[in-house]
């Protein structure tokens, strides 16, 4: 059974401060991964996605991806309470016709 | 573009009634999923289809009917709603197997 794991959390940061969020993934095949952020009640909606090993930034959000090492981080530096909200880490199985697999999210709090 | 549209978005059923939660999409996107969200949890990945006139089973599909007769609809049944069935159900859609996914506004559904 192919898996995504992530801290539940809740992860509490400062205001300003950088939060780091982690996920580990089980299927070495895998080749897309994907950030994603969920407000309470809301529906998830996309930060990042990183395919190649090393880092990605957007703003004051950097995508980090060892894929020897199965990992693939998410930091938000800067932080602000705007950003509290639940992380959803995905993977793609690289295999036509199948579904990413999304880890149960870390919640995020940031306080002001 | 109006992206992936739920309705309804609240509903209130009775135990062994029967409800189709709807589901469209107009991005042109061949992949379309059903997710079941419970409180304080991850996304479980109900049903998904790669196609117009081909659907696959999830993590949790019992319980639970889908159909893909256009590539823009992807309406789920629910036949005889059971308690365990109260959950929040997100419609997402997306170009291709290891693509972004983009998430409609969810149903929330309590079954009484």
């Known amino acids: 059974q192919k898996e995504v794991e992530q801290n539940s959390g809740p992860l509490s940061v400062p205001e300003g401060a950088i939060a780091s969020l982690n996920c580990t993934y089980s299927d070495r095949g895998s080749q897309s991964f994907f950030w994603y952020r969920q407000y309470s009640g809301k529906s998830p909606e996309l930060i990042m996605f990183i395919y190649s090993n090393g880092d990605k930034e957007d703003g004051r959000f950097t995508a980090q991806l060892n894929k020897a090492s199965q990992y693939v981080s998410l930091l938000i530096r800067d932080s602000q309470p705007s950003d509290s909200a639940t992380y959803l880490c995905a993977v793609g199985q690289n295999q036509a016709g199948t579904a990413l697999i999304f880890g149960k999210g870390t919640t995020l709090s940031v306080s002001s | 573009n109006a992206g992936v549209t739920q309705t309804p978005k609240f509903r209130i059923l009775k135990i062994g009634q029967s409800m189709t939660l709807q589901c469209t999409q107009d991005?042109?996107?061949?992949?379309m999923y059903w997710y079941r969200q419970d409180p304080g949890m991850g996304l479980k990945l109900i049903y998904y289809s790669v196609g117009a006139g081909i659907t696959d089973k999830g993590e949790v599909p019992n319980g639970y009917n889908v159909s893909r007769s256009t590539t823009e609809d992807f309406p789920l049944r629910l036949e005889l709603a059971a308690p365990s069935q109260t959950s929040v159900y997100f419609c997402?859609?997306?170009?291709?197997?290891?693509?972004?996914?983009?998430f409609g506004p969810g149903t929330r559904l309590t079954v009484l």
């Open positions: 991005m042109n996107h061949n992949y």
């Open positions: 997402a859609s997306s170009h291709g197997t290891d693509n972004e996914q983009f």
